[in-house]
């Protein structure tokens, strides 16, 4: 099953290639997806030619999701702070605890101004990521993580809403592993999209992009 907007390019996260190869080609990969993603805003936002109408690039849109605690959350629920939102899953290898440690790098490196921000980590794989599980994982990184999941069916709904790539890849012996994009979404405290970011992005240089949004 693939769900998401043709934009989006899937970061594979494949666990048999040795660690220094591995590293080498997400960084390849990141680059990459970095300039697709940046031809792909330019060609949505850039300015009409004669009478053509302007065209908005929409990402984000409403969602209903669950913390581990059993509170439903909203995207209006959120509204008042700006939101930096990660899509993937706990049994992620690498890309996953790397864009969420680089989180909480900016988060600190914030100073005050993090009391604006709420960071979220939405599961791509709400089977295995029970709520104990998402708990557990998200309090490892930092404390003002909210982890949210839903049913299969919302879980494709939000991914739709933010253009995001994900697909189950069968690994043999009923183990599985998700392919999927990897980008940080950042929304303003309105519920509208403000920036998109990689998710390999250095924490304190996602800090001073922060920064800049929110001053």
Same mark, same amino acid.
């Given at each position: 099953?693939?769900?998401?907007? !043709? ?12 660690? %220094? ?12 997806? &970095? ?18 109408? !302007? ?6 849109? +409403? &969602?209903?999701?669950?913390? +581990?605690? *059993? ?8 509204? @008042? ?6 899509? @993937?899953?706990? $049994?992620?290898?690498?890309?996953? !605890? ?9 988060? #600190?490196?914030? @100073? ?13 794989? +709400? ?13 490892? $990184? ?7 999941? *839903?049913?299969?069916? #919302?879980? =494709?709904?939000? =991914? ?21 994009? %990897? ?5 303003? !405290?309105?519920?509208? &999209? ?8 250095? @924490? ?12």
């Amino acid at each position: 099953m693939r769900h998401g907007a !043709p934009f989006n390019v899937v970061v594979r996260i494949t666990e048999a290639v040795p660690q %220094s190869r591995h590293r080498a080609a997400v960084g390849l990969l990141a680059a990459i997806i &970095f300039v697709c993603v940046a031809a792909s805003l330019f060609a949505v936002t850039r300015p009409p030619r004669g009478d053509a109408a !302007p065209q908005a690039l929409h990402v984000g849109g +409403p &969602f209903t999701l669950t913390t +581990p605690d *059993g509170r439903v959350v909203t995207d209006r629920s959120l509204r @008042g702070k700006w939101l930096i939102i990660y899509f @993937g899953y706990t $049994f992620c290898p690498d890309a996953c !605890p790397t864009a969420l440690n680089d989180i909480s790098i900016a988060l #600190e490196q914030l @100073g005050p101004l993090a009391d604006k921000v709420q960071p979220l980590f939405i599961t791509l794989d +709400p089977e295995r990521d029970t709520a104990q599980v998402m708990a557990d994982y998200v309090g490892s $990184f930092d404390p003002r993580f909210i982890g949210l999941r *839903g049913t299969p069916e #919302e879980t =494709a709904a939000v =991914a739709d809403e933010y253009r995001v790539y994900y697909a189950v890849r069968q690994l043999g012996h009923g183990e599985y592993a998700l392919d999927h994009s %990897s980008f940080i979404y950042v929304m303003n !405290p309105e519920g509208e &999209f403000a920036k998109i970011l990689t998710g390999d992005l250095p @924490g304190h240089q996602m800090a001073d992009d922060l920064r800049q949004l929110i001053k």
